[in-house]
């Protein structure tokens, strides 16, 4: 199924693969996502919704088995404090539900800052927008796509 983050992609001329997989409401952990695409959880990028008290609302683009560095990317984003956006705001902040926020195609222009460990690898699996389809693509053209910022913002759980 296409997703609007895919049609995104089609429009920029970026190769892309969607994968499909059955959705657990109860554990939409990355790393249970990541077992289901069959990619180690290090190569399936989270997407988190963030609000700075100067930037406001920013995405922390982060490996399936690591956390955001509040710290590290508030010195990123020039934040003097930065936290998660509280769950019940996700959907009307992005448009997006739980499990399946993304980045790419969005519509509201937020600062997207992706940690540094995303050039490890030659493709990343992000959330294609919708719970149960993953984007496979490689980390430059998602980069690209998503005008991200680089920086090392995980940590380890």
Known sequence: MKTNAARFLDRLGIEYELRE???????????TVAAKVGLPPEQV????VLRGDRGGICF????????VDAKALARL??????EMAPLKEVQPLTGQIRGGVTAVGQTR????????????????????????????LQPEAYLKAV??????IAREK
């Open 21 to 31: 997989y059955e959705v657990d409401p109860d554990d939409l952990s990355a790393e």
């Open 45 to 48: 990028f989270k997407t988190l």
């Open 60 to 67: 922390a683009v982060v490996p399936g088995n690591a956390e």
């Open 77 to 82: 984003t020039g934040d003097r404090r930065i």
């Open 109 to 136: 222009g937020y600062p997207v800052f992706v940690d540094e460990t995303v050039i490890l690898f030659d493709m990343i699996s992000v959330s294609a927008g919708v719970r149960g389809t993953q984007i496979l």
């Open 147 to 152: 005008s991200g910022t680089i920086g090392a």
